[in-house]
């Protein structure tokens, strides 16, 4: 069954993100015996504890609400933050990128649903943030995208609209902030439910959990 969302996957020329949250070590190793090295998880201390635990090679990335306070926890080892959605932010991840003397890849979050809940950028906030004289001074931080989560609805042509104003937004950002830097390539979009429509939107990245691990207890 992996093997078969891989190829569908890789086909369109996106990446696996496989989501691990609230999974044990054991279950983790078995999917990464499939060939599977990216994973995401939501809480900074159980992606610390499960890096300790699990192979070297594979890549991690933060993708829920990240606080300031525990950047410095991750920093040393994560792949990519998915999930940054403030200048704040940033600047806490640039000082502890210096202090792990790496470069910190990041995506920026938007608020693409119709829920309150989902937290992430305006537009309008994301350009003021990429116009702020202080984020020219950040060169350990990596901006390589932007990651969004659709409304949990049955509606698939509202999702499929959500997905699209998030292309939109990538490819206005690309244009007007990055237009020489093919770092910036990244759209992080689509879950175990709307994955195929996140695709056929022009996904680079998809982040499924409960269809590969089975529904998280
Ligand atoms: C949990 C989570 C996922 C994966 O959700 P599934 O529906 O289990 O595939 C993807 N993205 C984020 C931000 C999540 O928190």
Redesign the pocket.
Known sequence: MIKDLQDKISKAGATLVT?S?THPPEKILAVYRQNCRDF?E?KVQEMVDKHQALPKDIRWHL??HLQTNKVKYIAPFVHLIHSVDSLRLLQEIEKQAVKAQRVISCLLQFHIAQEESKSGLTLAEACSLLEDASFKTLKHVQICGVMG?ATFTEDQQQIRQEFRNLKNTFEYLKSNYFPDQSEFRQISMG???DWEIALEEGSTMV?????IFGART
């Open positions: 989501v949250k995401g939501n993708i829920g989560m879950m175990s439910g982040r499924i959990g409960s269809l």
